[in-house]
Every structure is written in C-alpha cells, then in structure tokens.
C-alpha cells in the first residue's frame, strides 16, 4: 500500500517536474524574443535614456532567473535520483524513469526551440543553450547510476 502511494506520488511528482521546466523554458523564451524586439527599436534610436538602460538590465536579470531556474530543478531532481539510486541499487527502473523522462524532455525543448526560432528571430543557440548544462549533468549522472548497475551485477 505505501508502496503504491510512493508510486502514485513520485509519477505525479515527475508530470509537474515536466511541466514546471517546459513553463521555465517558455518564460526564458518569450524574455529572449522580447529582448530581442526591444534591441532593436533601442537601435533605431541615436541615444539610450537613463531609463532604458534600467529596462535592458531589468530584462536581463529576468532571463537569467528563469535560466538559473531552469538550472535549480534539474539540479534538484537530479540529486533526488542519485539519492534514489544509491537507497535501492538494484532497482533500474529508477534509472530508465530518469533516462527517459530527461531524454523526452530534451528532445522536447530541442523541437520548440526549432519551432521558435523559425516563428521568431530569436536565434536557435541562444533557445538551446539553455541545455548545455542539464545535458553535460544529465550525462554524468547516467554514467554513475550506469556503473553502478554494471558494478552491481558483475558482482552477483
């Protein structure tokens, strides 16, 4: 029985997860595109006032909170399953859930962010660097929680 409610709540757990970092990721977006527009009709002006310079900062401290958001989740899940990992070792089931869930997630954003930059001018690499850091930790904790399977059964 608790057993079940411990499924039941860590697949729910996993759809808001998915859902909070996509809604990250649009936040990041919609701030890019709209820095972007705003870039350009500051150029077509000959001199910057004082007050657009508090909204260029204001609007690059929003972009990077949404980025570093982004950034705290992965992080937060992530360590959520290496502790998973480490409790119960011979379950890979929780490394499937976190390969698949993660690899759907990024070819998830890596397709809107094609989408978004054909329907804006927002340029693709600034929409996917957004994954730079979550793809090289992604990576890392696969290959520990990989050796760790490997490890554990050349060892019974």
Known sequence: ?????????????????????????????????????????????NFLTEGDFETITRFGKLTDGFEV??????????????????KDRKDSSIVKQYFFGHTFLFITVVALSFIISLITNVPI??????????????????????FGLIKLRLAN
């Open 69 to 86: 958001m982004f950034y705290i989740l992965f992080a937060l899940i992530s360590i959520v399953y290496f502790f998973r990992i480490n």
């Open 1 to 45: 029985m608790l057993q079940k409610l411990t499924n039941f709540i860590t697949e729910k757990a996993f759809y808001l997860y998915f859902f909070l970092m996509l809604l990250f990721y649009f936040g990041y977006t919609l701030l890019w595109n709209h820095r972007l527009n705003m870039s350009e009709h500051w150029q077509s002006r």
């Open 125 to 146: 690499y600034n929409l996917l660097s957004l994954l730079f850091l979550p793809i090289s930790i992604f990576v890392v904790f696969l290959s520990y929680m990989l």
